[in-house]
């Protein structure tokens, strides 16, 4: 399976704290995306590093990843309550994990 | 980027009926695709829609069930036929230059009673 699997599957963390969120991936990509998916709505894309990144910033969003351990980790930095949502990563077969629900408490 | 949008944004559909969901992207994109992501779950591709050729279907779908056209490179229509409970879904697209880079539209949640 070429299946990204995300890590942890749910988070809980206080509003204002780091929230860190891991994915693996099986086969080789030439990208990864990270998306965002709020309860009963659509994904919205968050951000895209490639292969030959190792990290990448958006905002208050920072993305890692490591081509070698086949793993890529989502951080978002002084959290809202906005940011309560799902969160996918997708490599190259547009085949998408559980995710990580990430609740932010306030 | 692309902006997408998905017409109707939710329906409530009698068992047996058929419902056509449409797709506009604001740019010719080369790519666009179909998922379904049913209640707890995560996003299933249903298929790649080919622009001027058939529609590419993932296993466990079939174009009897979920027929695909796309007649351009900007819009893009998916059925869900002869419908049974067991398609009530949200039922979404995307477009992208490639495999790999895709933005989504908002959805369409399907009810079927």
């Known amino acids: 399976s070429q299946q990204g699997e995300e890590d942890p599957q749910a988070l809980s963390i206080q509003e204002g704290e780091n929230a860190t969120m891991n994915c693996s991936y099986k086969t080789s990509i030439n990208n990864l995306q990270w998306y965002r998916q709020n309860s009963g709505r659509g994904l919205v894309h968050l951000i895209l590093?490639?292969?030959?990144?190792r990290e990448k910033h958006s905002g208050r969003l920072r993305v890692t990843l490591d081509t070698s351990k086949k793993s890529s980790s989502l951080l978002i930095t002084a959290s809202r309550a906005a940011d309560t949502a799902s969160y996918f990563c997708e490599g190259q077969k547009l085949v998408f994990g559980q995710g990580t629900r990430l609740t932010i408490n306030p | 980027s692309a902006v997408i949008s998905q017409k109707p944004s939710r329906d409530i559909c009698q068992r047996g009926t058929s419902l056509t969901i449409q797709c506009q992207v604001d740019s010719q994109v080369t790519m666009m695709f179909w998922y379904r992501q049913q209640p707890g779950q995560s996003l299933t591709l249903i298929a790649t829609?080919?622009?001027?050729?058939?529609?590419?279907?993932e296993s466990g779908f079939v174009i009897d069930k979920f027929p695909i056209s796309r007649p351009n490179l900007t819009f893009s229509t998916l059925t869900v036929s002869n419908m049974s409970p067991e398609d009530s879904s949200i039922y979404l697209c995307s477009g992208g230059p490639r495999r790999g880079e895709q933005f989504f539209g908002p959805g369409t949640r399907l009810t079927v009673l």
């Open positions: 829609a080919n622009q001027g050729s058939e529609a590419t279907y």
């Open positions: 590093i490639r292969s030959n990144e």
